[in-house]
């Protein structure tokens, strides 16, 4: 019986597989680059033009929801932790910050208040700062002190307290839920400017220290009205 005898590959066979080989090389090498400039277009376009890393999203050029400017000044009259009579109108002439929260709070206003800290501490100096009761039934002076000092805020955030009558005001004037078993309360910042109206809201979703800091600049730099 015959025996088919193996015949090595000729040259010509063996050049065209490495022609194969190469060619393959070659476009797997290309495919790596177009991936790679893609990124780097991506990357690009996060960045900015000086390469630097991109700030939050802005609505004209502010991070956080411009409020409607329609909406009038809204004054208050509460007393803080320590018992002190506590009013907007008294803060006319300087921006500040305004937010809604309940001493004995776990989750929400432990974060609004160290986002708040946060921002203060990037602007290199204090704003005024007050945080308004959304559970007075709960809400003592020395819960609210209490609270402050565990979020490292004595002497930088004023903790409002006040009777559901004196509150409810509040909170109807700036939409605000207050706390109750069944729901949680409305959780956003506010920047109230020198006029003592709203012009930048955040909710806790958006709320960030560098986009509070940067938008409490820009509404420092505009002029009361």
């Known amino acids: 019986m015959w025996r088919r005898l193996a015949v090595p590959d000729r040259p010509a066979d063996r050049t065209l597989v490495d022609v194969h080989h190469r060619l393959r090389l070659v476009l797997l090498a290309l495919t790596a680059c177009a991936a790679a400039a893609i990124a780097a277009v991506a ?3 996060i960045a900015g033009d000086d390469g630097r890393a991109a700030g939050p999203a802005t609505t004209g ?3 956080g929801s411009l409020r409607p400017p329609g909406v009038p000044p809204k004054d208050f009259d509460l ?3 320590d018992g002190r009579r ?3 109108a008294d803060y006319r002439g300087r921006v500040v910050v305004l937010t809604f929260m309940y001493s004995t709070c776990r989750d929400t206003c432990p974060l609004q208040a160290d986002q708040i800290r946060g921002a ?5 100096r204090d704003v005024p700062t007050l945080a308004v009761s959304v559970d007075p039934a709960n ?3 020395d819960r609210a002190r209490a609270f402050l000092l565990r979020r490292r805020m004595t002497g930088r955030m004023r903790f409002l307290l006040g009777s559901p009558a004196r509150l409810q005001p509040v909170w109807r004037a700036y939409g605000v839920e207050p706390q109750a078993e069944a729901f949680d309360h409305t959780a956003y910042v506010l920047i109230i400017d020198r006029a003592g109206r709203q012009r930048v809201g955040f909710p806790l979703s958006q709320l960030t220290p560098e986009g509070l800091a940067h938008d409490i600049r820009a509404v420092e730099s505009r002029r009361a009205e």
């Open 61 to 63: 050029g502010l991070a």
């Open 43 to 45: 990357v690009a376009r």
């Open 79 to 81: 007393v803080d932790q």
């Open 139 to 141: 809400d003592t002076p």
């Open 86 to 88: 506590a009013r907007l």
């Open 120 to 124: 203060l501490d990037q602007l290199g």
